[in-house]
């Protein structure tokens, strides 16, 4: 199916399914313990051995000698797998390490080899006898101090509109001011896992994947195999927020460790492993400009960025959403990468406008304080309808006043004393801080499979993913809203190389690029079924499980009398994304209470406001929503990977060590979603929520507590050192 026009009045459009909320059909298994996650398919293949990965112990240099003997030797022992004996790997398209070093170490828990064995016991204790020996170079590992060596990145090109710095210096108030944000590690809970087993030249791998197409290009790569003799299985996945977008060293050992014990092998990483052997959030070194006239129109805008990553890796691109958030026609936005040998750095939940609006959105406060202005005030005052690198091409959807105007009466804005450290409750100085969402609307072809049975069951087949969003049970209102059917009639697959190639989970585009893929197949079963009963195609209406054409009737089932009926397509786009800007847009309310002694800080209560297209299960977006609210909270005051600037690494590389909030650090969430619908994004007429949610949380809570205490952190996690030495009298 092309989607070249505005989508019309469609059978989404009913909104029988569509729209409500709706409990996921997969919950049972989920709660149940039955739904397999990837080290969980214990039944697949008999006789399963286990793979122990072993990292490098250094971050840059070589390996001088690696004795594998004593491993080989010890007891239930099958295979050593390295560098030596793995034979010519390739790299993935989406590596930029490669995943298996040797000699050469790129960074520190690069993976120097995998020890099989019958137990997990047996293979993790050979693995220690490993004797490995290296010569250490001398890396790069901070941020700041390789700063003056970035260099611009292939990946986002300089912006220049109008002339910026004369417009800076003319402008009669300005601003001028750097912010940090650190490494961060997705945490999922699920760690990387795979199962590997060959079947001559095939191969199959249980893996726990967002998105299995890329994946099984660049696995078949490596390996030096046929993409088609390659097959990923990975229909439930524990969280994955980026870091399993690509494949990683557990999928491509995995393989290797299976190939040289002739069994079928499984691994999981361990923690430690996961932060440094996989991706990460880079950190960043943001400076912001604004100058602005005394009426608060923001007459020049620049935003530069500063990241690092391994050679041939890309930047966290955090000047994304400030080319197109606020007005202002005097415009420098610049990105610049340093090289580092930390471990590789890649996508993290909205990447780049996630770390973006952690400085914007407090710059933006700054400034309006600066102007004497509501922040409200100050960013519906510099709210544009078009984009501002190029005023002929309007957004399709723009709410952003809306969302900040519902907010702040849903939140008690008015409430709020514009004097910092005014209000107390008791001992606790009390804060509000607002900032604005935005994460662009990511267009990208996707492809489903329904089958129609005799029964009347219809069976959607994908390889989307569902990474604990929804996915199943979107896909099933879909399937059911389109064909008439009630949701128990539909049976969703998904996850599996073999079925059509989808959007994948990702970049929050999973939800509406899937669901228009199943959309298109099953608008083409629809014309099947109906030239199967004999009806004409334009005039055929699907609701109740029957089929009805002017005065005839039929049940859908009875197109299938004869055999199951197949069919198949896909969403492919055209140019509108090109004439109208698509984007989402939100606002985020938080207020916070900080100990007038120790700087203790409490979120107390959180707001997010919505406007993203058709909202097509409001349960699972508001879930969504609510766990990207609690991710910008562990930003905003806790999570940071701290390097080791001597040898390289993520000292917190575990779950004790690296925080990350819980429900009892934020008693209070809400989230209203704006009526919108996008004719412009797709038929589904939706666009995505998940990133949304966390864009411009961190800042948020950032100013509030500077409404709080009066006391200005510009440097993220925003912690009680920070604080304490700076805050007002307390009494």
Same mark, same amino acid.
């Given at each position: ?479 059911? !809203? /389109?064909?008439?059917?009630? *949701? ?8 599996? @190389? =073999?079925?059509? %190639?989808? &959007? +994948? ?21 629809? !014309? /099947?079924?109906?030239?199967? *009963? ?8 699907? @609701? =109740?499980?029957? %089929?009805? &054409? +002017? ?181």
């Amino acid at each position: 199916m092309k989607f070249e026009t505005p989508a019309t009045t469609n059978p989404i459009d009913r909104l029988k399914l569509i729209g409500k909320p709706t409990d996921r059909i997969d919950g049972p298994a989920k709660t149940t313990g039955t739904a397999p996650y990837a080290y969980e398919h214990h039944d697949a293949v008999p006789h399963q051995a286990y793979g122990y990965v072993v990292g490098a112990a250094i971050a840059k240099g070589r390996i001088k000698s690696m004795d594998t003997s004593r491993a080989l030797a010890a007891s239930g022992v099958l295979a050593v797998v390295t560098s030596a004996n793995a034979g010519d790997l390739g790299k993935g398209r989406f590596n930029t390490a490669r995943l298996l070093a040797g000699p050469d170490v790129q960074h520190y828990h690069q993976a120097i080899a995998l020890v099989v064995a019958e137990t997990f016991e047996q293979a993790r204790s050979a693995a220690q006898l490993l004797d490995v020996s290296y010569t250490r170079d001398q890396g790069v590992f901070d941020l700041a101090a390789a700063r003056d060596t970035a260099v611009p990145s292939d990946e986002q090109q300089d912006v220049a509109v109008g002339d910026f710095a004369s417009a800076l210096a003319a402008s009669a108030v300005r601003f001028d001011e750097s912010y940090t944000t650190p490494d961060h590690s997705h945490a999922m809970m699920e760690p990387h896992a795979t199962i590997a087993a060959w079947e001559g030249e095939k191969l199959t791998l249980w893996t726990s994947n967002q998105m299995i197409n890329w994946s099984r290009g660049d696995v078949a790569r490596t390996l030096g195999l046929s993409k088609d003799n390659v097959r990923l299985i990975s229909p439930y996945i524990g969280g994955g927020f980026g870091g399993k977008l690509f494949i990683r060293a557990d999928l491509i050992l995995a393989a290797l460790g299976a190939r040289a014990a002739k069994r079928t092998v499984k691994l999981s990483l361990t923690r430690p492993l996961i932060f440094n052997n996989t991706t990460h959030r880079p950190a960043t070194i943001q400076r912001i400009r604004i100058g602005a006239g005394h009426d608060g129109r923001i007459t020049a805008i620049g935003h530069e960025c500063w990241s690092g990553n391994l050679p041939g890796g890309d930047i966290e691109n955090a000047i994304q959403q400030t080319r197109r958030l606020y007005a202002g026609a005097h415009r420098m936005m610049a990105a610049r990468l340093a090289t580092l040998d930390l471990p590789e750095g890649n996508a993290m939940r909205a990447p780049g406008e996630a770390p973006g609006l952690m400085a914007l959105e407090i710059a933006m406060d700054e400034m309006a304080e600066r102007l004497g202005l509501d922040p409200i005030e100050f960013r519906v005052l510099n709210d544009t309808q078009v984009d501002p690198e190029n005023p002929q091409r309007p957004f399709s959807q723009r709410q952003l006043i809306a969302c900040l105007r519902n907010g702040a009466e849903r939140f008690g804005w008015n409430r709020r004393q514009r004097k910092p450290a005014s209000v107390r409750d008791g001992g606790w100085l009390i804060g509000m801080g607002v900032a604005a969402a935005f994460r662009n609307n990511l267009l990208t072809k996707s492809g489903a499979r329904v089958r129609l049975g005799g029964d009347g069951m219809v069976t959607v087949e994908t390889d989307m993913t569902d990474i604990g969003t929804g996915s199943y049970t979107i896909i099933a209102q879909t399937a059911a !809203e /389109t064909l008439g059917l009630p *949701l128990d009639r539909i049976k969703v697959r998904l996850g599996d @190389s =073999d079925f059509p %190639v989808s &959007a +994948g989970s990702g970049g929050q585009w999973g939800a509406n690029n899937s669901t228009s893929g199943v959309y298109a197949a099953c608008m083409k079963l629809r !014309e /099947t079924v109906a030239r199967t *009963l004999g009806f004409d195609p334009t005039e055929t209406d699907f @609701s =109740d499980g029957r %089929v009805r &054409a +002017g005065n005839r009737d039929a049940a859908l089932a009875d197109a299938a009398r004869d055999g199951e009926l197949v069919a198949e397509d896909r969403i492919e786009y055209g140019d509108l994304d090109e004439q109208y800007q698509q984007s989402t847009f939100g606002a985020h309310f938080v207020e916070v209470a900080v100990d007038a002694m120790t700087s203790e800080i409490r979120i107390r209560r959180m707001l997010a406001v919505c406007a993203a297209g058709r909202i097509l299960n409001p349960k699972a977006a508001r879930s969504q929503v609510i766990g990207a609210m609690t991710m910008g909270a562990g930003a905003a005051l806790m999570e940071e990977l701290a390097i080791d600037k001597r040898f390289g690494y993520f000292v917190n590389h575990d779950l004790a060590g690296y925080e990350v909030p819980v429900h009892a650090d934020i008693p209070h969430q809400d989230v209203i979603f704006l009526d919108e619908v996008d004719p412009i994004s797709s038929p589904m007429k939706a666009k995505g929520v998940g990133e949304l949610g966390i864009c411009g949380v961190a800042a948020a809570v950032a100013n509030a507590i500077y409404n709080a205490t009066g006391v200005r952190v510009r440097d993220y996690p925003i912690t009680l050192d920070k604080l304490i030495d700076r805050l007002p009298d307390s009494v």
